[in-house]
């Protein structure tokens, strides 16, 4: 526990003192937002109603820069080795990575909120506590599967390429129940869906941070 | 002893002697008339595609518990046999799809799965090639293996909450009995071709791991000299 705490706050701290691309993965989430509406065209009915998969197809392309970054500080400076023989479990350095990189995806979505709020005008019709939970649930599924995908293809030149390859047919799952989930609480649940599709989405990430957690330590030992 | 090549060949007549029977025996089909024929191929690609994907899943876990070679081989051989059946299954539903249900898509929860399949094990092969250590390519296909697979039934659940059309599972009890016998034929004759051509992969695919990882052998030295003995 005292390791995993260790990990989170390493990489926290590094994401800190690099600020301006944290500003700059942001930034990029709010592009994608405004990109969507052109691809989309004016027409207001037509994205309020879209909304939520706008927002979750931004909070899962910025993933993949956003993840291939988790592991791209250590391999520029040849600190992987070190940190593999330093005194520290691969679960912990697993967990501690993905709760770092969670941590970070909630924050972008946290800020892509409000723009899509405004860009799209949509109105939040259940509690907004709801959205929170939603949010973090699909960061957690982002996450785990991410942080594995992005050690195991981490020393590959083709790196940038190949995480999303390989993440993006994985997280169907997460971003289906994600998307209904939100549109469900922006746009009203007279049929009280919501609890099931955050439920699937539970699931999900059950499974992966177990699974993810115990192949850990098989990538980063090679 | 290359057993896989009569192992092949078999197939390859049971599927001639099945489809024979599917297209020119067997009745057509009620609703659909001779576009139901598909089935005969249609069923079996998918019934050995799934039993390929799942070979590689025991393959993975075998080769990343072992750490040895011919596993490696045996999951890669696998997941190629896998894609490319899987590729056809695509192929041919869209050709069912077309006249039967008047679109080459839907987004109903089994071709939704089946595509998504698609393009994870497809990405398991390319992030194979693209790894030069033999180990470490070794533990990246196993890990990324069972990963995929893990996500199959999560993908097809999820999908089948999202929405549904296609039509449920046959069984022999729902399928008449003229048309059980070819599909019955096709389906072996079809995973007797898949097994074969899996061997000759893992045969190849092995060879090569072996050629890679083996130092290369020292040239013959000259023979020494002969010194004239001294008198």
């Known amino acids: 526990m005292t390791q995993l705490w260790a990990v989170l706050r390493k990489d926290l701290l590094i994401e800190w003192r690099a600020r301006a691309h944290g500003v700059a993965l942001v930034s990029f989430a709010i592009t994608l937002l405004l990109l969507f509406s052109f ?23 910025t993933s993949s820069l956003q993840l291939a970054r988790s ?27 993905a709760l770092s990189n969670t941590l970070q995806l909630f924050g972008v979505g946290l800020v892509s909120l409000p723009a899509v709020i405004a860009l ?63 549109t469900l609480i922006l746009q009203g649940d007279p049929m009280d869906q919501i609890g099931s599709w955050l439920t ?19 990538v980063i030992d090679a | 002893m290359r ?7 078999l197939g390859l007549l049971l599927l ?18 001779d576009v139901g024929r598909i089935l005969y191929a249609h069923v079996p690609t998918a019934w050995v ?16 518990w072992s750490g040895r070679f011919t596993w490696d081989a045996a999951v890669a051989a696998t997941v190629e046999v896998g894609v490319v059946l899987n590729g056809l299954l695509l192929a041919q539903g869209s050709i069912w799809a077309r006249p039967t249900w008047g679109v080459y898509w839907t987004w109903d929860p089994r071709l939704t799965t089946t595509a998504v399949m698609f393009v994870m094990f497809v990405g398991v092969l390319l992030l194979r090639s693209l790894v030069e250590v033999a180990e470490r390519r070794l533990t990246v296909t196993a890990v990324a293996g069972i990963v995929a697979f893990a996500n199959v039934p999560v993908v097809y659940f999820s999908v089948k909450w999202w929405r549904t059309l296609h039509q449920d599972f046959s069984s022999p009890e729902t399928v008449s009995s003229p048309m059980v016998t070819p599909l019955r034929i096709a389906a072996f004759g079809m995973l007797f071709v898949a097994i074969g051509i899996a061997v000759m992969r893992w045969r190849a695919i092995y060879a090569a791991v072996q050629r890679e990882t083996e130092s290369p052998a020292l040239p013959d030295m000259p023979a020494p000299l002969k010194l004239p003995e001294v008198p």
Not at chain 1, 77 to 86: E, F, P
Not at chain 1, 202 to 215: E, K, N
């Open chain 1, 120 to 182: 799209y005008d949509v109105e939040v019709k259940e509690p907004a506590g709801l959205l929170l939970l939603t949010l973090i649930l699909g960061a957690l599924g982002l996450a785990a599967p991410g942080t594995l995908y992005a050690g195991l293809t981490a020393r590959l030149a083709a790196r940038q390429l190949m995480l999303p390859l390989l993440l993006f047919p994985l997280v169907v799952p997460c971003l289906l129940a994600a998307v209904k989930a939100t």
């Open chain 2, 49 to 64: 595609a799934l039993v390929a994907y799942l070979a590689a899943f025991v393959a993975a876990v075998g080769s990343l």
């Open chain 2, 3 to 9: 057993w896989e090549l009569p192992l092949t060949a």
């Open chain 1, 71 to 97: 592991f791209q500080v250590e391999t520029e400076s040849n600190a992987l080795d070190t940190l593999v023989l330093a005194p520290v479990s691969p679960p912990a350095l697993f967990y501690g990575k």
């Open chain 2, 16 to 33: 001639v002697v099945g489809h024979g029977i599917g297209l020119f025996v067997a009745p057509p089909e009620a609703m659909m008339g």
């Open chain 1, 39 to 61: 691809a989309v065209g004016p027409n207001a009915n037509v994205l309020r109603a879209h909304a939520s998969a706008y927002l979750w197809m931004g909070l899962v392309l």
């Open chain 1, 200 to 218: 699937l989405l539970a699931c999900f990430d059950a499974l992966y941070w177990s699974l993810c957690g115990v192949l850990f330590g098989k």
